[in-house]
């Protein structure tokens, strides 16, 4: 459209031109034409590269970078790395509101959301890692404001393409890097907010949390991670099922999730 509008002014500058016979006056305005022009495409060209780094150690050799897709909006996602027999290692990076167990805006009962900050338990939200992580202090599966999940980098959910900058696991020399995430609220024609009526957590989850995973091995310097499942949608077990034919917009939350290790 800016390009039609500029069009349209160089048409009318050149008329103007013709009849004032002003060729430095042509001239002059092709110059600024093509300044707009390109400084626009400039500007598309460096928004389209806009990236947030989040540092968790700057001497880090490992680099997760996450290309957001046509569905992101403000999902909740934790990072973590298992050995090759699927146990649970450490934590790399959640979201701080699901770590805190406090949120911008407080559940009441299974539908009301408050305009204050408060607490919201996320039953559903990343059940795949809550089992793989075990109970927080011996007493909860989920984070809560009094006993919140702490033994990880947290921030709130980036609002463009992000990387996070962090130390590789050193101590095998394969390794996987996976990631849970979820929008809440996500239906679609499978998932829809009559399936399972009798439960609050499935209600405020929708679709259930997509899963992403990759081996890490000596073999090669960059991974990316690929859907392997989807998590409990009423977030009562660790179960990973690995029929994604249901999911649509679930899919689309992230494009793409590359691990390049220096």
């Known amino acids: 459209m800016i390009l039609i509008c500029y069009c349209i002014i160089f048409a009318n500058l050149i008329q103007n031109c013709y009849n004032m016979k002003y060729f430095s006056v042509l001239a002059s305005s092709i110059i600024i034409i093509l300044t707009l022009v390109g400084c626009?495409?400039?500007?598309?060209?460096?928004?389209?590269?806009?990236?947030?780094?989040?540092?968790?150690?700057?001497?880090?050799?490992?680099?997760?970078?996450?290309?957001?897709?046509?569905?992101?909006?403000?999902?909740?996602?934790?990072?973590?790395?298992?050995?090759?027999?699927?146990?649970?290692?450490?934590?790399?990076?959640?979201?701080?509101?699901?770590?805190?167990?406090?949120?911008?805006?407080?559940?009441?009962?299974?539908?009301?959301?408050?305009?204050?900050?408060?607490?919201?338990?996320?039953?559903?939200?990343?059940?795949?890692?809550?089992?793989?992580?075990?109970?927080?202090?011996?007493?909860e599966i989920v984070p809560t404001i009094e006993n919140p999940y702490i033994d990880a980098y947290t921030g709130a959910t980036p609002k463009t393409n992000f990387s996070i900058l962090n130390n590789s696991y050193s101590e095998a020399s394969e390794y996987r890097v996976l990631l849970e995430i979820n929008q809440l609220g996500d239906w679609n024609y499978y998932w829809t907010n009559t399936k399972y009526p009798e439960s609050n957590a499935y209600k405020n989850s929708a679709q259930p949390s997509l899963i992403y995973s990759v081996?890490?091995?000596?073999?090669s310097s960059e991974f990316y991670l690929n859907p392997i499942g989807h998590g409990d949608p009423l977030g009562f077990s660790g179960k990973l099922n690995t029929n994604l034919s249901t999911l649509t917009t679930a899919k689309e939350i992230i494009k793409e999730i590359r691990v390049t290790i220096k």
């Open 215 to 219: 081996v890490i091995d000596q073999n």
């Open 40 to 139: 626009n495409s400039s500007d598309k060209i460096t928004n389209s590269y806009n990236k947030q780094s989040i540092i968790i150690d700057e001497n880090g050799d490992q680099n997760i970078s996450i290309t957001r897709g046509s569905s992101f909006d403000h999902p909740t996602f934790v990072i973590w790395i298992e050995d090759l027999a699927g146990n649970y290692i450490y934590t790399v990076y959640i979201t701080k509101s699901y770590a805190s167990g406090s949120y911008q805006y407080e559940l009441v009962n299974d539908s009301i959301w408050l305009n204050s900050e408060g607490p919201s338990y996320q039953l559903a939200a990343l059940p795949y890692w809550n089992q793989k992580k075990g109970l927080i202090n011996g007493v």
